[in-house]
């Protein structure tokens, strides 16, 4: 059955691989963000600054779902002004979208908020599922704020279902930050980082997408969920895949001084993206039943650099 789905934050990497996908299955895509997404059947667009309420109200009155992927990307230098933005781009989009659905005579039906898999912080060698604590740091904080933002903007009303989705790295070729590391691979740069043994929890987007879609679709699912493969992998083995999956034979590992100095100055990055990470698993999603179409990372990155692949949100 078509159902009508609002994308908040809809035009960056994931929301418009999201919007592509649902299209493709005869949906009604109504993207919520500052620029228009590329045109496409069935997505239409509405303008939003993700901070008052606007003409964009009405999209959300009588929608079958609502996905909130708003937040500024972490992928920079986090100065205060930046650290600001990321936190408050997240907590007052998602009020905003609760005023308007406290607004209109149908609410949807069920709201898949984005959050992050970074909420467990950077344990060195714990593996988290969704009943381990947060961590501490900027960034299990932003966690807190953000899922409570959702409970706050959903309150008082019962009858829709919500989820949250804490997500860790995805990979696609199309967008995120799998294209910056290819480049860093392509000039003999993508070895070992510190010590190498921080964990790398990844995604494939074909299984993001599927996430999503179970989400918006299966009226068990209820609460938190981690969407990550079952099989998260060390810095180090990340690379080293990577480079074999783009056939370069050396990468040059890089101390963490160094990663320190170059990431802010060369990348224009936080250089603790690199030097930190975590190890979780999808224990509610498995216990569930879900399928993972690339739970091991040698497939995923192999179907994503074959040569007849293509980025997932062009794909039919």
């Keep these: ?26 949906d009604a895509v109504v993207v919520l963000s500052r620029t228009p997404p590329k045109a496409r059947p069935g997505l239409t667009h509405a303008h939003w600054d993700a901070r008052s309420l606007g003409a964009w109200r009405t999209s959300i009155d009588g929608a079958d779902a609502l996905v909130n992927l708003t937040g500024r990307s972490v ?39 984005m959050s992050t898999a970074h909420a467990y912080g950077d344990p060195p060698e714990a593996v988290c599922d969704e009943s381990s604590a947060f961590g501490e740091g900027l960034a299990p904080f932003i966690a807190r704020e953000w899922e409570s933002a959702l409970d706050r903007a959903s309150e008082g009303i019962p009858e829709m279902r919500r989820v949250v989705v804490r997500t ?29 043994r921080q964990g790398m929890s990844w995604l494939h987007i074909a299984d993001m997408n599927a996430i999503f879609l179970r989400a918006i679709d299966n009226d068990q699912m209820s609460g938190a969920y981690i969407a990550s493969s079952p099989h998260p ?3 180090s083995e990340f690379m080293r895949q990577l480079r074999r999956s783009l056939r370069v034979p050396i990468g040059l590992p890089a101390p963490a001084w160094l990663v320190r100095f170059g990431a ?7 250089p603790d993206l690199a030097i930190y990470g975590r190890y979780v698993r ?6 569930e039943g879900f399928a993972f179409q690339f739970p091991t990372l040698i497939p995923a990155l192999q179907n994503l650099y074959s040569p007849s692949s293509q980025p997932e949100h062009t794909r039919a």
């Design 1 to 26: 059955m078509a159902r009508r789905v609002v994308i908040a934050g809809g035009s960056g990497f994931l929301g418009t691989a999201l919007a592509a996908h649902l299209a493709a299955r005869g």
């Design 75 to 113: 992928d920079c230098i986090k100065t205060p002004d930046h650290r600001d933005e990321i936190l408050r781009s997240r907590v007052e989009s998602t009020l905003v979208l609760g005023e308007a659905i406290r607004a209109a005579s149908r609410p949807p039906r069920v709201w898949v908020q």
């Design 233 to 235: 992998v060390s810095q």
């Design 264 to 270: 802010p100055v060369l990348m224009r990055t936080d």
């Design 168 to 196: 860790s790295f995805v990979i696609d070729r199309a967008g995120g930050a799998l294209p910056r590391l290819e480049r860093v691979v392509r000039m003999g740069l993508g070895g070992r980082v510190g010590h190498g």
């Design 282 to 287: 999808p224990r509610r999603l498995l216990e």
